[in-house]
C-alpha cells in the first residue's frame, strides 16, 4: 500500500483502482474506511477527528477515505455491499472483513474504546490492567500479575521497568533499588524510576508530609521545610505543586542550598521529560524569573 499512503499521516485516499489493496491491508492491521462528502460540514468534522486518530496511533491503524464526490460508484457500492446506512458519512472498521459499523458521527472517546484494544502491545495491556488494579486499590494484587507474567518473560525490560514504577509507588525503596541495578541503562523508560527513586533517597530520613505542611503554616520562609515537602510531592506525582513550592524558594531565596532549588527544578523536568506540559509551564516561568 506504500504507493497509496501517506507515511506521515497514515491516511489513504482510496479510489476504485486501490480499494482491494486497502481492504487486503486490513488483514495485518486494522483500517478504518470512511466513506464521506468532502462538501458536508458534518462529514468534514468527523474527518478532522478521524485524521487526528489515525496519526495519534502512529501507523497501528490506517485511516481509509472515500471521497463520496469524486467516487460516487465506489461509494455505493461500498455502502451497498457492507449494508451501512446511506451517505453522508459512514464509518467502518475493517479487519479483513467488516467487524465494526459505527452508526451515525462518532466522537474520539467512542472511538478510542473500540481501537484502543485493537492497537495495543501485549507491555501496554498489561500496563493498563496494572493501572486499574491500582486505581481500585488493588496495589499488591497488581504486582502479584506483573510478577506473574515476568516468570514466563523475565528478560522484558519494558515489564521489569513497569515493576520498578509499581515498586516505587508501594514504597518498596530496597526492592526497586537492586531491580534498577540489574536492568540495562537504556531500557526504555528506566531514567524516570531512576530519578523518582533519587528522590526517595533525598528524603530518607526527612519528616513526613504531614509535619513539613505543618511547618509552612507556622513559618512560610522555612525554605527547608517547603524544599523536603517538594521532593514529597514529586514522588505522590503530584509535580506542579512541587514545583510551585521550588519556585516561590527560588523567587525568595537563591542562596539556599547554593541554588539548590532551582537545580531541583531542573531535575524535575527530566523526570517529567521534554514533552510533559508542567515542565513546559514551569520552565517558562523559572526563565522569566531568571530573566
Do not use: W
Request: glycine share 6%.
Amino acid at each position: 500500500m506504500a504507493n497509496v499512503m501517506n507515511e506521515q499521516s497514515f491516511v489513504v485516499d482510496v479510489t476504485e483502482a486501490t480499494i482491494q489493496e486497502v481492504l487486503q491491508q486490513s488483514v495485518d492491521q486494522p483500517v478504518l474506511l470512511y466513506i464521506g462528502m468532502q462538501s458536508d460540514p458534518g462529514c468534514a468534522a468527523q474527518l478532522v477527528i478521524l485524521e487526528s486518530l489515525a496519526n495519534a496511533y502512529q501507523g497501528k491503524l490506517v485511516l481509509a477515505k472515500v471521497a463520496a464526490e469524486t467516487e460516487q460508484m465506489l461509494a455505493q457500492q461500498l455502502v451497498h455491499q457492507l449494508q451501512v446506512s446511506a451517505l453522508p458519512g459512514q464509518v467502518v472498521l475493517h479487519q479483513g472483513r467488516p467487524v465494526k459499523v459505527f452508526s451515525g458521527p462518532q466522537s474520539e472517546a467512542v472511538l478510542r474504546e473500540v481501537l484502543d484494544p485493537l492497537t495495543m502491545s501485549p507491555a501496554e495491556m498489561i500496563r493498563q490492567q496494572v493501572e486499574a488494579l491500582m486505581a481500585e486499590g488493588e496495589a499488591d494484587q497488581a504486582l502479584e500479575l506483573l510478577q506473574n507474567i515476568l516468570k514466563d518473560e523475565p528478560d522484558n525490560h519494558a515489564l521489569q521497568v513497569l515493576q520498578v514504577n509499581l515498586l516505587l509507588e508501594l514504597g518498596r525503596i530496597d526492592e526497586a533499588r537492586q531491580l534498577i541495578a540489574v536492568l540495562p541503562g537504556d531500557a526504555a523508560g528506566i531514567a524516570q524510576p531512576k530519578a523518582k527513586l533519587s528522590f526517595y533517597e533525598m528524603v530518607a530520613d526527612a519528616p513526613a508530609r504531614n509535619e513539613l505542611e505543618a511547618r509552612l503554616a507556622k513559618n512560610e520562609n522555612d525554605h527547608e521545610a517547603r524544599y523536603q515537602l517538594a521532593i514529597r510531592l514529586v514522588i505522590a506525582d503530584e509535580n506542579e505543586e512541587a514545583l510551585e513550592n521550588l519556585l516561590t524558594i527560588v523567587r525568595r531565596d537563591r542562596e539556599f542550598r547554593e541554588d539548590g532549588a532551582r537545580l531541583l527544578m531542573l531535575q524535575v523536568f527530566d523526570q517529567l521529560g521534554q514533552g510533559d506540559p508542567v515542565a513546559k509551564r514551569y520552565r517558562g516561568k523559572l526563565f522569566g524569573l531568571m530573566h
